[in-house]
């Protein structure tokens, strides 16, 4: 794996993250369970979205591990597939997709059996990049995500971008600027649509609330010259691409 060094702290206004539709048009997003998409990467979704990428999402579970339920007696593995459908409208997501795998055992599993359901998404998405949650700042569901899509992604020839919380220690900064306030709204609007974990809506809006204008990320696999998935929407290298994206500030 490798990942930018820690040397400047860039940031990318999102009006100028246009530089990502001809870099990334088709961006994949892996989690381990339902209401990630919204309560961890909300943000920066809203941003590749402002970017005008098109935006994929795969759970590996359904999330029935979760000890919040609000559904009286609902069962989650049924519930929580709805929800993250109704939270992808609001954030913008055109296709979702939701694994069977048990929530909270994906570490148990072989990561080249869960590499394989990685490796058919990106084909059936047409996937550029692929966004995960940073295992350093996850959960083991969290790393076991990551392993994964790192490993479909070599082998596909696309790179991993990781999006960290506002404590890790990041080499890329997305700044929001004045429409900040926006993405947190539609963001919070994301998180309420799981109305099973409604219990913890107030905890998790407070958390957003102080979240601020910046999201974070780093490269578990990053862009390589020469890859097996060459840009096909602009003829200039990955590697410029990746600087125009993210612009480091001098």
Known sequence: MSAVPVQASPQVPVAAAGGLSAWAGNILVVTARPGQESADLGGTLYAFRRGGARLGLLCL?????????????????????????????????????????????????????????????????????????????GDPDDAAVAMAACAAARRAGVPVMACLGP????????????????????????????????????????????????????????????????????AIPPARAADRLFARVR
């Open 61 to 137: 579970t359904r999330g029935e591990a979760s000890p919040l339920n609000s559904t009286r007696g609902g069962r989650l593995e049924a519930v929580r597939p709805w929800e993250v459908q109704l939270a992808a409208c609001v954030l913008g997501v055109s296709s979702v997709a939701v694994a069977s795998y048990p929530a909270g055992r994906l570490r148990w599993y072989p990561s080249s059996e869960l590499a394989e359901r990685v490796r058919r998404a990106i084909r059936q998405h047409c996937a550029d990049l692929l966004v995960v949650i940073d295992p350093q700042t």
């Open 167 to 234: 404590d890790g220690r990041s080499p890329w900064v997305i700044d929001l600027g004045a429409e900040a306030p926006i993405a947190r709204a539609i963001q919070k609007s994301a998180a309420a649509a799981h109305a099973s974990q409604s219990e913890g809506l107030p905890e998790l809006t407070r958390r957003i609330d102080l979240l601020g204008r910046r999201e974070y990320l780093r490269w578990l696999e990053s862009p390589v010259r020469g890859s097996s998935r060459e840009l096909h929407r602009a």
